[in-house]
């Protein structure tokens, strides 16, 4: 079967630098999506990886190695608004976008 | 980045009506647009796959003749909630498919803000 790992919850604090990690098991990969969601409202897109290595965004970076399965979203310089739930979603063989089921990230001050 | 709107963006019926939502992506094409729910502290439940022409396909479970998926144009994917009742109260969201040059593809997909539905 198809299955993406994320921790559920994670917390950090304010201005300090989390990791959220991400392991998959699909049948293919065409690429890997992390997408920020707020509680109530529906996802944003935050990066895309398909070849091996980090990708930066400003305070955001994405690191995939396709050979060991595995993703990661960095977060640095973490603000309170960063408050949110991180999803990892791979594309299979068949095009098809296979979802984790998100982790939940909760700044304190 | 690509735009996609939805309309209405909150639904309170009473049970046994049906609902209609829609979906637009405001400044691309989207050949394929997807319809998930979600329900509170769960994950995104994708319910079908739309595809601009032809028919919708469906997840596992997903009852198509309850939830009427119409994507007539390149813009626009709209889902009927038929007969709705108490138990489809939930979160559901649209989102579009973006497909870029052969030099750069990716299957990247950008969100409606999602439009919640309650059904008394």
């Known amino acids: 079967g198809q299955n993406i790992d994320q921790p559920t919850e994670m917390t950090a604090t304010e201005g300090a630098i989390v990791q959220i990690n991400c392991t998959y098991q699909?049948?293919?990969?065409?690429?890997l999506f992390w997408y920020q969601q707020h509680a109530g409202e529906a996802p944003t897109f935050l990066s895309y990886?398909?070849l091996d290595g980090l990708e930066e965004k400003g305070r955001f970076s994405s690191f995939l190695s396709r050979s060991k399965g595995y993703s990661y979203l960095l977060l640095k310089e973490l603000q309170m608004k960063d408050s949110a739930s991180y999803l990892c979603?791979?594309?299979?063989?068949?095009?098809?976008?296979?979802w984790g089921a998100g982790t939940k990230l909760i700044i304190k001050p | 980045g690509a735009v996609v709107s939805q309309h209405p963006s909150w639904v309170i019926c009473k049970s046994g009506t049906s609902v209609k939502i829609e979906c637009r992506s405001l400044?691309?094409?989207?050949?394929?647009m997807f319809w998930y729910r979600q329900f509170p502290k769960q994950s995104l439940m994708l319910m079908a796959t739309?595809?601009?022409?032809?028919?919708?396909?469906?997840e596992q479970g997903v009852e198509k003749d309850k939830f009427l998926i119409n994507h007539a144009s390149l813009t626009l994917s709209t889902l009927t909630v038929t007969s709705a009742h108490p138990e489809d109260s939930s979160f559901y969201i649209c989102?579009?498919?973006?497909?870029?040059?052969?030099?750069?593809?990716?299957?990247?997909?950008?969100f409606g803000p999602g439009t919640r539905l309650l059904v008394l």
């Open positions: 400044d691309f094409q989207a050949t394929t």
């Open positions: 739309s595809n601009e022409g032809s028919k919708a396909t469906y």
């Open positions: 699909t049948s293919g990969f065409n690429g």
């Open positions: 989102s579009a498919r973006v497909l870029y040059s052969a030099s750069f593809t990716t299957e990247t997909q950008y």
């Open positions: 990886n398909v």
């Open positions: 979603a791979v594309i299979d063989s068949n095009y098809q976008l296979i």
